[in-house]
């Protein structure tokens, strides 16, 4: 117990201090984020903000786990390390060429789910090549997931749908930081239960990475974390729980990005088909933001709801 306080601490320290130059950085290169214009109309005061602040405490999961974790000795870790840097790279890609352009769009749709592809894909192959998908305890294996090519289709899916799916739940002061936060914490009791120290590692130190990032962007944001953090933000939890063959309690654990990912696919598929919004606005967070629910509360409620998923995760 006091190891795993001692690695989410040093994380959150870390993360704290690697965070402030970023911050200092970003507002001397003015790198702001521009704020779409068919977002809720008090979102426009944001404009401006410094964006790409993620690359603080990805550094911190990239740089603790590789000296916390023997990954010479288990690869599928130095696999995670890679799958969390390749994501946040396409992030910051895309990042970057919204505030060189001034704009709200980076990389096109496609060009992001391509690239994501490729390394959701790759990270895919390498647990195939270790005998990761050997495994024949519970539901996944026994609904046949795991057998020859639909493995590697399987993980890829996981990873690229729980990294959009954060994307997509970044849109509020704090709202990812803390239900990431809540759900890597989840996944490292979890892990810790099954005996997977070296995954609760991993976990604790994004969860503790994550969670100082809430100093810097709620309740008033001085600094946004970007595609950079929200794509890694995924890409770990989904490869997290591919490691601990858990896939199926990561879409409990982290059912509030399901939600959000699903108001917005509702959203999109409804206004195609019949013309007609479903919801005042996608993803579901704005809804309540139109109501006239203050941003605070609606995250503050959000993160009661992650840690109520997070639990039943865990212990269901």
Not at 264 to 285: D, E, N, T
């Amino acid at each position: 117990m006091l190891n795993s306080i001692a690695i989410w601490l040093s994380a959150a320290v870390l993360s704290l201090l690697l965070t402030f130059p970023v911050l200092r950085l970003l507002r001397l290169l003015k790198a702001g984020q521009t704020i779409r214009a068919e977002g809720p109309a008090t979102h426009q005061a944001k404009t401006g903000t410094p964006t790409m602040g993620g690359v603080g405490f990805v550094l911190t999961i990239l740089i603790m786990a590789l000296i916390l974790i023997n990954v010479e000795f288990h690869p599928a870790y130095l696999a995670l390390v890679l799958l969390t840097l390749a994501f946040a790279l396409i992030g910051l890609a895309d990042d970057l060429i919204k505030i060189y352009f001034r704009r709200n769009l980076g990389l096109t749709f496609w060009e992001k789910i391509l690239l994501q592809t490729a390394a959701a894909g790759a990270f895919a192959i390498v647990l195939t090549w270790l005998g990761h998908n050997l495994g024949t305890v519970g539901i996944v294996p026994r609904l046949g997931l795991y057998q020859g090519l639909l493995y590697p289709f399987f993980v890829t899916f996981i990873i690229v749908g729980a990294a959009n799916a954060t994307n997509l739940t970044d849109g509020l002061n704090g709202l990812l930081a803390g239900t990431g936060t809540i759900a890597f914490l989840a996944l490292a009791i979890l892990a810790l239960q099954l005996g997977q120290t070296d995954a609760a590692t991993y976990a604790l130190i994004a969860g503790g990475a994550l969670f100082a990032f809430l100093y810097y962007n709620f309740p008033r944001a001085q600094l946004f974390m970007g595609d950079v953090g929200s794509l890694a933000v995924g890409a770990a939890l989904g490869g997290l729980a591919v490691i601990l063959r858990e896939e199926l309690r990561l879409a409990l654990i982290g059912g509030l990005f399901v939600i959000e990912a699903l108001s917005v696919i509702v959203q999109v598929g409804s206004y195609k088909l019949f013309k007609r919004r479903v919801l005042p606005m996608a993803p579901l967070h704005h809804t309540f933001e139109l109501l006239g629910i203050k941003e605070w509360i609606v995250v503050v409620v959000f993160w009661a709801v992650a840690i109520v998923l997070a639990v039943a995760g865990v212990w269901i």
